[in-house]
């Protein structure tokens, strides 16, 4: 091992993904040490691996205090110290004695070895982070990798996690798999506890890094795992949303998906990599804020693009309008501006790109956001011009689009039909379910698309349109149904309306589903 502060050790192994094997050589000290052959750790040893690393770390200090410029004075306290960490690995087998390794007090001085000058060591400090955290590890002993992480964070990990992160050189293979145990270690102390999805973004400059990478342009594994865990660090947070929003997220996002609008990806990491840039989209466009920084760049016509090209990306940009149009009304009057209508019915008349097709359960994602994208527009376009061009949609070609809004009716209504079915046998079957729980499990077969029709077939009865109300009635006829069975849907979904965005914007949704009831009377 070269051991000036800035050589680097050459690990055999350049995976990325760091291995989990056992030091054989550990497990033979071990039994020497002790009288049986059984290789279990338990308190003794425990304490035995952290007196020895304890011992080498102060060896390691007092070598490098005595001879800061000598590099070939302090060369065996390095590696001795580094062998100690190694050793340490051997505990994510015995997750059950993390709280004593806690309560022994190993962890600030393990944490203290991430600004080693040497970055080998903070490196190996890394490398146990991840083990000690595996996910595995987490099935194992879910309470004991609780205590270790709450006391990793006590003592501040996410700051020196992250402040080693920004001195590696990415140019260096062991510092490259460094970076993606960084983040690894990190994932896994959210799976933990979700909190630390905040507390590392607030705490640390990992979103400015993130967005760093993710600007650029050649793709890489670790630009694929950065957008993995942002992806991560948004999903469950409202605060990290307007919180990347606030660092020009949305547009740094926009302009990575951009360079795929009329090319694939090349390879399946890149592949994942694209999905993952499109799920922080998504999880970005939930603050009304980020949908207006969204609508400035231009990000409407962008997914228009995209949608128009055919390309691997045509279904997420679908999800991506989806989330942008929901209860915001400016998104969609630029969809319609900008020919959006044109690009969207063909979609919604079933008629998607086969090579974006291969997996039934896309197509179905695809439709599903279709149809809550169409809801939208209806309830963001209420009047003039563009309220006239959305309901021609449904005129035109003998009311083409009418007769496929009743044929999705029916298939998502058989659906939630059976679903009824199936949870009143289990009722039968002495499997106690609350109203509740049985709401959502038909909500998850399909209610809630059902519900989403029955609005827009709301929006299309009371816009009056004599031909429209005429179609609707002949073909609940032939389907053998009534305005009275459309009705219901509608009452149940009314019913059901919660009060996350305040019971002032409850009363409104209500009132709206009222209005649609009342006028099939």
């Not at 990000?299 to 693009?305: A, R």
């Not at 919604?348 to 994208?373: C, D, Y």
């Not at 209610?447 to 609707?472: F, M």
Request: glycine share 4%; hydrophobic share 40%; proline share 3%.
């Amino acid at each position: 091992m070269d051991t000036t502060t800035t050589g680097k050790r050459k690990r055999d192994n350049h995976n990325p993904n760091p291995s989990n094997d056992i030091d054989f050589s550990l497990l033979e000290e071990l039994e020497k040490t002790q009288p049986t052959s059984d290789t279990t750790i338990d308190i003794k040893t425990l304490k035995k691996l952290v007196l020895s690393f304890e011992r080498k770390l102060k060896d390691n200090i007092a070598a490098r205090l005595k001879y800061p410029d000598q590099p070939e004075k302090f060369a065996d306290s390095e590696i001795e110290l580094h062998d100690e960490i190694e050793k340490l690995k051997i505990l994510a087998g015995a997750p059950e004695l993390y709280p004593e390794l806690v309560n022994l007090n190993t962890i600030p001085s393990l944490l203290d070895l991430l600004t080693h000058d040497n970055t080998d060591i903070a490196i190996d400090v890394v490398n146990l982070l991840q083990d000690l955290t595996d996910e595995d590890v987490l099935d194992e002993d879910n309470e004991s990798v609780k205590v270790l992480v709450d006391c990793l964070v006590e003592n501040n990990v996410l700051e020196s996690l992250v402040q080693n992160l920004l001195r590696l050189n990415e140019n260096d293979s062991d510092e490259v798999s460094a970076v993606f145990g960084t983040l690894t270690s990190i994932e896994n102390m959210i799976e933990v506890k979700p909190n630390v999805a905040e507390l590392v973004c607030e705490r640390t400059k990992l979103l400015r890094w993130i967005v760093g990478k993710i600007k650029v342009r050649e793709f890489d594994v670790n630009k694929q795992y950065a957008s993995e865990i942002l992806a991560i660090l948004l999903q469950s947070s409202v605060a990290n949303q307007k919180r990347l929003g606030g660092m020009n997220g949305v547009d740094v996002v926009l302009q990575a998906v951009a360079m795929y609008k009329s090319r694939d990806p090349k390879s399946l990491d890149e592949e994942e990599m694209v999905e993952n840039l499109f799920d922080c989209l998504c999880c970005l466009l939930m603050p009304l804020e980020n949908k207006e920084r969204f609508l400035k760049a231009e990000g409407v016509e962008l997914m228009i693009i995209i949608m128009n090209q055919k390309k691997l990306c045509y279904g997420s940009a679908i999800r991506a309008l989806d989330f942008a149009l929901t209860n915001y009304p400016p998104a969609c009057e630029r969809f319609v501006d900008v020919m959006g209508l044109k690009t969207a019915f063909p979609a919604f008349m079933g008629k998607i790109p086969s090579t974006k097709n291969k997996k039934k359960r896309a197509k179905e994602e695809i439709e599903e956001r279709l149809i809550s994208l169409v809801a939208s527009l209806f309830g963001g376009v209420l009047r003039g011009s563009r309220r006239e061009r959305l309901l021609s949609k449904f005129v035109e070609n003998e009311y083409e689009k009418v007769d496929r809004l009743i044929e999705l009716y029916m298939r998502y209504s058989n659906r939630v039909k059976e679903e009824s079915e199936r949870l009143n046998e289990l009722e039968l079957d002495d499997l106690e379910m609350d109203e509740d729980e049985k709401y959502n499990r038909k909500l998850e077969s399909g209610l809630y698309s059902l519900q989403l029709i029955a609005v827009i077939l709301g929006h299309l009865w009371t816009s009056e349109h004599p031909g429209i109300r005429a179609r609707i009635e002949l073909l609940l006829k032939q389907q053998k149904l009534t305005k009275k069975d459309v009705k219901n849907v509608l009452q149940e979904y009314h019913d059901n309306i919660g009060d996350l965005e305040g019971p002032d914007e409850k009363e409104k949704a209500q009132a709206k589903i009222q209005k649609f009831i009342t006028a099939m009377e």
